[in-house]
Nanobody, 123 residues
Framework: QVQLVESGGGLVQAGGSLRLSCAASGRAFSSFSMGWFRQAPGKERNVVAVIHWSGRDTYYADSVKGRFTISRDNAKNTVYLQMNSLKPEDTAVYYC????????????????WGQGTQVTVSS
């Protein structure tokens, strides 16, 4: 069992930055690929970024490429999402998720989810 707790969300002006953190419980963290997803009101939950359990590979949605960076610290059981040059369209609840099965961008394949953290970008 893995428990995930996100933090770092908040209100920021367009062009600003935030760093989200996701702390994981359990000793198997280093074997999980980790993803960040987001869901705006009335919309589907979509992938933002994914990092392989080794940290070797990363994936970014086109909408965030060049602005967001996903990273992980397996010694601290934590995954991060650095968000720069934020836009109003980045406003959403951001979720951290863990996948034990391998490399995937599909939310349905993730086994564990955090409770989410709200990110609001004002124009």
């Amino acid at each position: 069992q893995v428990q995930l707790v996100e933090s770092g969300g908040g209100l920021v002006q367009a062009g600003g930055s935030l760093r989200l953190s996701c702390a994981a419980s359990g000793r198997a963290f280093s074997s999980f690929s980790m993803g960040w997803f987001r869901q705006a009101p009335g919309k589907e939950r979509n992938v933002v970024a994914v990092i392989h359990w080794s940290g070797r590979d990363t994936y970014y949605a086109d909408s965030v490429k060049g602005r967001f960076t996903i990273s992980r610290d397996n010694a601290k059981n934590t995954v991060y999402l650095q968000m720069n040059s934020l836009k109003p369209e980045d406003t959403a609840v951001y979720y951290c998720a863990a996948n034990r099965g391998g490399w995937t961008m599909s939310a349905s394949n993730y086994d564990y989810w955090g409770q989410g953290t709200q990110v609001t970008v004002s124009s």
